[in-house]
DNA sequence: AACGTTGTTCTCTATTCGTGAACAAAACAG
DNA sequence: CTGTTTTGTTCACGAATAGAGAACAACGTT
């Protein structure tokens, strides 16, 4: 593409540095970072530094994010309606199951956990919200994958290097696509001790009035826990995404 | 300043218009804003787009804010070390004196609540956290502007319009500086009736090791509630203040 | 006290940003 | 259903500027 402005570009990138790096990062730090001059680097800085997203430590000298981009991000929930919608499911779900339950939405080429529910267990797993991650690699985030056009999935799966997180990780591309069949067939996928051992997670789509998926909600819980409760978990993991797709307007065929 | 990339503050703007919006803008809606042609507006959203700070609707073709400035801004929080620390303090207060209390920050001109802890009472009052406000409109908000240089005092109570909220609210400039420096010698604001009616804030500084103001807890409530037990509150408030500020390492001269 | 950093400033040219008009594709009204 | 308006999108070009690179100042370290 060349309808790209670079220095808009060179802006949102420095900006996402700061989501893998400690606090507070420095001007040479983030010119090596960008691959951009010093000078440059520090244009950028005072520009988004005078309109809030960047903000300087005014004893070391170095940057951080700006408090603007707490108001744009909490600007993104509340227009996500689905968040709210979601809320009362998911609370019933991890009372009905005593596990995590989250929502997990398609944003371009990652999936993203919008909302979650920690269960009442003393030592309990919990997922951090709001980060990306791969569309391939969670159970609720392959759901959302399997409703994806072929091509699509073949984008996906050939552009990522599949790492193999845990020995039963998938190993092969046409792997993972039979089991994207077998989840657009049985309408849920049970999947165990894949990213993290001894963790299971299963996971079913919810639709909208068009048909389409547009979210996924999954029961995430240890493996020696999750399995032998598995089909308990299931129906109601299934219920609840079949109430919350009839209340969208989707009417089962 | 001419130290500054046009396109980057163009793009800047153009998400700060989204918090003042429904949550879906047009490209012709947004130039008219940012008084820039249809194409620029084009390109900054496809770039904005492409790195996921803006999100279009297939359908309707309008655009939204993206996912990563969610990303983002929880890095903020995460980062802000003083909204954890504040957590157990604001808890703490909230059960002292049963009504709502604010941990407020200063950035650049404005203030903004950065933590809260609602009130047990059944009709409540509440804030919204993360958004702008001037700094001489509340209670928690004059605290920080007490302690700072008086030419920048000036320079704030200057620009704005000042407007007069209730028919309480101050209408003078000198009357706020009065008040400011009345802030500074007794350590603490009552405020009474400005900003709202029948609202009472009581707010107090907290210091670092340094010596500098970083942030204001302020206790917010019905008039005719807070009142009455003025005093007891007001000595709550000093006492979680100087707790937080001796954590900093700040020694009381 | 000398050094190696850091963030900041400066100058200059190749680059690109922004304009304005033309385009297609919806949404609308009659 | 059809003419009309308004939408988002594309394009080409000239004016404006973004980014490189070196020099600077202000640190902290050795």
Same mark, same amino acid.
């Given at each position: 593409?060349?309808?790209? %402005?670079?220095?808009?570009?060179?802006?949102?990138?420095?900006?996402?540095?700061?989501?893998?790096?400690?606090?507070?990062?420095? !001007?040479?730090?983030?010119?090596?970072?960008?691959?951009? $001059?010093?000078?440059?680097?520090?244009?950028?800085?005072?520009?988004?530094?005078?309109?809030?997203?960047?903000?300087?430590?005014?004893?070391?000298?170095?940057?951080?994010?700006?408090?603007?981009?707490?108001?744009?991000?909490?600007?993104?929930? @509340?227009?996500?309606?689905?968040?709210?919608?979601?809320?009362?499911?998911?609370?019933?779900?991890?009372?009905?199951?005593?596990?995590?339950? !989250?929502?997990?939405?398609?944003? $371009?080429?990652?999936?993203?956990?919008?909302?979650?529910?920690?269960?009442?267990?003393?030592?309990?797993? *919990?997922?951090?919200?709001?980060?990306?991650?791969?569309?391939?690699?969670?159970?609720?985030?392959?759901? %959302?994958?399997?409703?994806?056009?072929?091509?699509?999935?073949?984008?996906?799966?050939?552009?990522?290097?599949?790492? $193999?997180?845990?020995?039963?990780?998938?190993?092969?591309?046409?792997?993972?696509?039979?089991?994207?069949?077998?989840?657009?067939?049985?309408?849920?996928?049970?999947?165990?001790?894949?990213?993290? *051992?001894?963790? *299971?997670?299963?996971?079913?789509?919810?639709?909208? $009035?068009?048909?389409?998926? @547009?979210?996924?909600?999954? !029961?995430?819980?240890?493996?020696?826990?999750?399995?032998?409760?598995?089909?308990?978990?299931?129906?109601?993991?299934?219920?609840? !995404?079949?109430?919350?797709?009839?209340?969208?307007?989707?009417?089962?065929?």
């Amino acid at each position: 593409m060349d309808q790209v %402005l670079s220095s808009v570009r060179n802006g949102c990138r420095l900006l996402k540095i700061f989501l893998d790096s400690p606090k507070e990062l420095g !001007v040479t730090e983030l010119s090596k970072k960008l691959q951009l $001059s010093k000078g440059a680097v520090h244009k950028l800085l005072s520009t988004l530094e005078s309109e809030g997203f960047i903000r300087q430590n005014e004893k070391t000298k170095q940057y951080t994010l700006g408090y603007t981009l707490l108001e744009l991000g909490t600007k993104v929930l @509340t227009n996500h309606d689905i968040v709210d919608f979601s809320k009362p499911f998911l609370d019933q779900l991890v009372s009905r199951t005593n596990e995590l339950a !989250v929502l997990c939405v398609q944003d $371009s080429k990652d999936a993203i956990y919008v909302a979650k529910e920690d269960s009442l267990h003393p030592v309990r797993f *919990t997922v951090e919200s709001f980060r990306r991650f791969p569309l391939y690699s969670t159970s609720a985030a392959r759901v %959302l994958l399997a409703y994806q056009p072929e091509e699509f999935q073949d984008e996906i799966l050939q552009e990522h290097p599949l790492k $193999s997180y845990t020995p039963h990780s998938y190993t092969s591309v046409e792997q993972i696509k039979e089991d994207l069949v077998a989840i657009r067939e049985q309408g849920y996928e049970i999947s165990s001790n894949r990213r993290n *051992t001894g963790v *299971t997670g299963i996971a079913a789509p919810i639709f909208d $009035s068009t048909g389409h998926v @547009t979210a996924s909600v999954s !029961v995430i819980g240890p493996s020696d826990r999750v399995m032998p409760k598995k089909e308990e978990i299931l129906q109601e993991t299934l219920a609840t !995404v079949r109430a919350m797709s009839a209340q969208l307007g989707y009417r089962m065929s």
